[in-house]
């Protein structure tokens, strides 16, 4: 999250702090809308890990996303 709120403090023009806010009510206000599936990452891709945004979408196009999308499950 913090690199996120870096580039809308500097962006927006507005303190880091007031960014970590708005980063924080979009990602709780994101986590409310989604399916589970995809509202479960989205802490793992606001920390910038990409080891952690790779599993998350792999584990998303494996499972969560492709049988949201009509697909079948691909359960290895």
Not at 13 to 27: L, P, S
């Amino acid at each position: 999250m913090t690199t996120l709120a870096k580039i809308v403090s500097e962006k927006a023009g507005i303190t880091e702090a007031q960014a970590q806010t708005a980063v924080r009510a979009v990602a709780d206000f994101l986590k409310e809308k989604l399916p589970a599936p995809i509202a479960g990452q989205v802490d793992a891709v606001l920390a910038a890990d990409a080891s952690a945004v790779a599993g998350a979408a792999e584990s998303l196009l494996k499972g969560g996303l492709g049988g949201l999308l009509g697909g079948t499950r691909n359960d290895d």
